[in-house]
């Protein structure tokens, strides 16, 4: 493909992706299922395309996906579900591993069992892009989110590492128990070890990260040095990149001044969008060249081994969940619960995590990785493919609907107070650090400064506590309504917006200058940026 080749798919890809972005949120179908469609169409009109190198994507693709998924979750809610989210991330995904390969020994003919580990590692991790997305806009409980990032975050190192082993002794190297499970281990400290390294390196920077462009630049290639330290020392660079992305994030509000978190916010939704957005239209691209390398097996062989992935990447999953969390409360509590409230999942809860287990990029990455030597690669690679679809599609379109269907929501009244309560908070300590500074000697003029700002935090204080106060007394989890709420908010979007014609007037008749405007502008947008959207934000 020339050089214009590349631009005019890009190009193309680019207004793809936002005419599906524009469908997704008219019909609150997930954009992921919808590009992959697209990509399949593609792949079957007259034309080059594009395939998935799995270097390309392991080095430069995942890791800015994962970062950016670590600085957006929660490490207190993590490690306070951490042992449930490694029943999940480690413990289910090398089930599935080993599941998968008995399957292939006993029932898939040509294909051996170190070959069916390496297919079951490459399909066991879910991708949780598309359900996180359905998720959220569906209102799912906020313990549910923390599960399937957390799942998301750290299944990848695990299959990842399985899938070395296993490929391994597919092409005559040998297998050790013993040996695998040393591997892994190593691979799994050595990433948490890189990752922590990245992060305090990332946080000896801090002076350079009050300038935004500075932060904007140590941000973007904080997941490339991660991934690479991590692999240049042979342990998981994967888990190195998530490690890092969870630690600078929760210590994002502590270093760095306030522009650059907008900034560096703005941008790496920015980057999430695009590559998400071409990674799933690469995946449906991937069809037609997978299919060609089915001739050489036949249908009963293809069937058996599309009935042992699929299988057991569907069943395995709602039957595990089932089964952990049906375990004795005291058992239970050891194995990931706190020891005061039974915090199990309920049925409802089981069934919606069951069917978030979207597999993606990182699968077909996986397999593509797999040497070409191995037993009935390219029905490893089929196999792949379909579980991939069944999953993105199947799940990705289903899941909005089951979520509304089981009834769960997350609880926005309760979501409000706590903000409420925090910005309450706030201001009271800077009400009290007033009068800290009143003690203080000063001149008349510092005098009206501290009484000015009294006035507005008082004002603000209110504000907010009258707010509580209506949340204190809403009888459901619906946002109570307040039509003086309401009309400020209506209020200060049309002053505003008043204010921004005037600038534009100015500046047409030759007033203000275009520099001027720009200036003008930023304020009146980071004034805007702090009103919700919605009642629901507030």
């Keep these: 493909m020339t050089v214009q080749g590349v631009l005019l798919f890009a190009l193309c890809a680019a207004a793809v992706i ?13 954009s992921a299922a919808l590009l992959t469609i697209v990509g399949i169409a593609y792949a079957y009109l007259p034309g080059t395309n594009v395939p998935i190198n799995a270097e390309v994507v392991l080095t430069f693709v995942i890791p800015p996906l994962l970062y950016n998924a670590a600085l957006d979750s929660s490490l207190i809610d993590i490690r306070r579900n951490l042992r449930t989210v490694i029943s999940l991330s480690v413990l289910l995904v090398l089930a599935t591993a080993l599941l998968v390969g008995v399957g292939f020994d006993l029932f898939v003919g040509g ?14 991790p879910p991708d949780p ?20 990032q957390g799942e998301g975050l750290l299944n990848d190192a695990t299959a990842l590492t399985i899938l070395t082993v296993a490929a391994a002794a597919a092409t005559g190297d040998g297998f050790s128990f013993s040996h695998a499970v040393g591997k892994f281990f190593l691979a799994a400290i050595g990433g948490l070890v890189a990752g922590v390294v990245v992060a305090y390196a990332v946080r000896a920077l801090r002076h350079f990260r009050h300038d935004p462009l500075s932060a904007n630049v140590i941000s973007l290639v904080t997941p490339f040095a991660a991934y690479l330290l991590g692999e240049s020392v042979h342990v998981s660079g994967v888990l190195a990149v998530v490690v890092a992305g969870l630690i600078t994030g929760h210590d994002a509000p502590r270093y760095g001044s306030g522009a650059s978190r907008l900034q560096t916010g703005a941008v790496w939704r920015l980057v999430d969008f695009v590559l998400e957005g071409v990674v799933f239209l690469l995946i449906g691209q991937q ?10 097996y036949s249908a009963g062989t293809i069937a ?22 049906s375990l004795p409360r005291s058992l239970h509590t050891r194995l990931g619960a706190s020891a005061s409230p039974d915090n199990r999942l309920n049925a409802t809860e089981v069934t919606a995590l069951s069917w978030a287990g979207t597999r993606g ?37 289903t899941f909005g609907p089951l979520v509304r269907r089981l009834g769960l929501r997350a609880n926005h009244t309760d979501l409000a107070r706590e903000r409420n309560e925090a910005r309450s908070a706030s201001v009271q300590a800077a009400l009290d650090r007033l009068d800290e500074i009143k003690l203080e000697r000063h001149d008349n003029v ?92 507030a």
């Design 18 to 30: 936002v005419a599906v972005r524009w469908l997704a949120n008219r019909t609150g179908l997930p």
């Design 361 to 397: 990029v990182i699968s077909l990455a996986a397999i593509f990785i797999i040497p070409g030597n191995v037993p009935a690669l390219d029905l490893l690679r089929f196999c792949t493919f379909v579980v991939v679809l069944v999953t993105l599609i199947g799940q990705g379109l």
């Design 129 to 148: 892009v598309a359900a996180l997305a359905v998720g959220r806009r569906a209102g799912l409980p906020g313990n549910l989110i923390t599960l399937i």
């Design 446 to 537: 510092e005098d009206l400064a501290i009484d000015n700002m009294r006035k507005q935090l008082e004002v603000r204080l209110e504000r907010y506590r009258r707010r509580l106060d209506l949340l204190e007394k809403a009888e459901s989890d619906e946002m109570p309504t307040s039509p003086k709420y309401e009309a400020s908010l209506m209020v200060r979007k049309q002053v505003i917006e008043a204010q921004r014609e005037e600038l534009l007037r100015w500046r047409d008749a030759g007033n203000l200058t275009d520099e001027g405007l720009r200036t003008l502008e930023r304020e009146l947008d980071h004034e805007e940026l702090l009103l919700p959207d919605r009642q629901a934000r």
């Design 111 to 124: 294909a051996t069992l170190a070959a069916g580990v390496a297919l079951g590692a490459a399909i066991a």
């Design 304 to 325: 058996a081994a599309l009935a042992v992935s699929v299988g057991v990447t569907l069943l395995l999953r709602p039957l595990w969940l089932v089964l952990t969390q």
């Design 287 to 296: 069809l037609p060249e997978v299919v060609k390398g089915l001739a050489d």
